[in-house]
């Protein structure tokens, strides 16, 4: 069966470090790639997404993320994080092989502080 | 900027009670999600729409769980009864067509005593 995997479950780091997220899915086929954000007491949101083309994905507040299709990950990252990025990050996958049905992480709480 | 909206935003019922949700998804959205989230894990898939025609419901508890969505626009998700285990956050999201990018509400955070 298709699977996500995050293998970050809880992340904490000081304002101004390096983030890099880790996310390996498991399909061979043509896949679609999503990052999701969802802050303290709000909706999920879309950070970024890849469909096709170029493989490093940006996405807005200043997140990339990078398909290896040879790695079958999408890891997310950011330079620096802000006090303002505390959130739970979700990585998601559709896949032709599922119906298009996005097939999602467990998640991965990042906690940052000031 | 278009937005899914839900309602309630939080229901508190006791076991064995009726709720219902509310969902009206971006203009011109054919399709239609609800989704299930518990704290700490990703959302999972409850039914999804494409227009007013269900086209995946294979993980909704269809004893107690109904969906609709008459007309083709907004959709309402029923448990009945409700039982302790389906507190929870229910999601609903919609996109342009099937493959499209998938759009969140805000959720509805239900409690069962």
């Known amino acids: 069966a298709q699977s996500v995997s995050q293998h970050n479950h809880h992340v904490i780091l000081s304002e101004a470090a390096s983030l890099e997220l880790g996310c390996n899915y498991s399909y061979g086929g043509t896949v679609n790639l999503f990052w999701y954000v969802q802050y303290p007491g709000q909706h999920l949101q879309l950070l970024l997404k890849y469909f096709s083309g170029d493989p490093l994905v940006k996405g807005i507040k200043g997140f990339e993320a990078e398909f290896i299709k040879s790695k079958f990950s999408f890891n997310l990252r950011k330079p620096s994080v802000q006090w303002s990025d505390t959130a739970e990050y979700f990585c998601a996958v559709t896949t032709a092989g599922n119906n298009r049905k996005l097939i999602w992480g467990l998640g991965t709480s990042l906690a940052v502080n000031p | 900027e278009a937005e899914v909206a839900q309602s309630p935003r939080y229901k508190i019922t006791e076991k064995s009670q009726a709720v219902a949700f509310w969902c009206d998804p971006i203009?011109?959205?054919?399709?239609l999600y609800w989704y299930r989230q518990i704290l700490g894990q990703g959302p999972e898939l409850l039914v999804q729409?494409?227009?007013?025609?269900?086209?995946?419901d294979s993980q909704l508890p269809k004893d107690r769980f109904s969906a609709e969505r008459l007309k083709g626009v907004d959709s309402t998700l029923k448990i009945q009864p409700a039982e302790l285990g389906d507190s929870a956050m229910y999601l609903c999201?919609?996109?342009?067509?099937?493959?499209?990018?998938?759009?969140f509400g805000p959720g509805t955070r239900l409690t069962v005593l």
């Open positions: 999201a919609s996109s342009l067509g099937r493959t499209g990018t998938q759009y």
């Open positions: 729409f494409q227009d007013e025609s269900v086209v995946d």
């Open positions: 203009s011109g959205h054919a399709t």
